[in-house]
């Protein structure tokens, strides 16, 4: 009958001199890159970088405008995500790849500080904390491609 000592596997190699390969995972800015820009007059775009591996709820995606805003968001437009059984969340919709979602604003004056939060993980398990990041937009009267009459 073979014993085993703790610090050893059935094979008889210590458990502590194995080197065992340590999962590497960015860091969830870099997972995760978030730009907002101002679309046109009366709107935003939040445009997600996504890396190969990784992967955002599309229902923990919020956006949120500073309590002194003049300003108020009228609609967020998400695109469809992909159907993902997950094993923290149950059935979600979850975005894989880039993206752009679409922030439909009234009473637009001058500067907007929005606030976007998301939360998103690793194909390989690891989970993030939700991630929240301000933005400090000043809009232009036109439109950055210009006016189209």
Not at 11 to 38: C, H, N, R, W, Y
Request: hydrophobic residues 35%; proline residues 5%; charged residues 25%.
């Amino acid at each position: 009958m073979q014993t085993l000592h703790a610090a050893e596997s059935s094979q008889g190699a210590s458990l502590f001199t194995e080197s065992i390969e340590e999962e590497e995972f960015l860091s969830p800015d870099v997972a995760f890159k978030l730009d907002i820009v101002q679309k046109d007059a009366n709107s935003l775009s939040a445009n997600f970088k996504i890396e190969p591996g990784y992967y955002l709820y599309r229902e923990r995606i919020k956006f949120v405008l500073a309590p002194d805003s003049t300003a108020k968001i009228v609609n967020i437009e998400l695109p469809k995500g992909d159907m993902k059984d997950d094993p923290n969340f149950g059935k979600q919709e979850v975005y894989h790849h880039d993206f752009s979602a679409n922030i439909l604003l009234s009473n637009v004056n001058g500067n907007v500080k929005i606030k976007a939060r998301h939360q998103g993980c690793s194909e390989k398990g690891l989970c993030y904390a939700p991630q929240t990041k301000d933005f400090d937009i000043t809009f232009n009267e036109a439109s950055p491609a210009g006016n189209i009459g």
